[in-house]
């Protein structure tokens, strides 16, 4: 690798870690800490599953296929989740600088790629395409999971980034298979 291409990451990773200090900074406040706990909890599952009851409630049979197509995204992203923070091993912003103050609970030991934020793109994604009329919940549910992340002190904003760019790719494809 060039000096020129170290040096570049160098300075990315130490953008990385900046912000992650700066974001998490702010959970020293207790009405956000408690805030975005509150959605990282939902983002655990309660919320998606929740969504999927609904749909199924409103739109009785017409809501299974969608559902079903939301199950399959899930299962696959679970498990590519998985397999990259094996692969990866990179460790929680908490357990590699001593300023970023954990205040969430992580589900497992690695930080890449942030689990919570896939999940919610891709569902997202897929739940928008069936029901555009879900977007003013679902865009700010999104986007309030990947900022909690950050803030909770369980991901570095580049965590965040490539599972929203992963959940984003695994609905893309998954409209050409169902």
Known sequence: MS????????????????????????????LIRNFFRVISRLGNGMFWFGLGIAIVIVNGAEGFS???????VALIGALLNKWLK????????YQVRQDICLTGTPMDKFSFPSGHTLHAV??????????PQLAMILIPFTIMIALSRVVLGLHYPSDVLAGALIGGLIASVSFLIV
């Open 86 to 93: 094996g692969k990866t091993l990179r460790p929680r912003p």
């Open 122 to 131: 891709m569902l997202s994604t897929v739940a928008l395409s069936y029901y």
């Open 66 to 72: 969608p559902v079903l197509h939301l199950l399959l």
């Open 3 to 30: 000096y020129r291409m170290r040096l570049y990451l160098n300075r990315m990773h130490q953008f990385d870690g900046n912000l992650c200090v700066a974001v998490n900074h702010t959970s020293q406040y207790r």
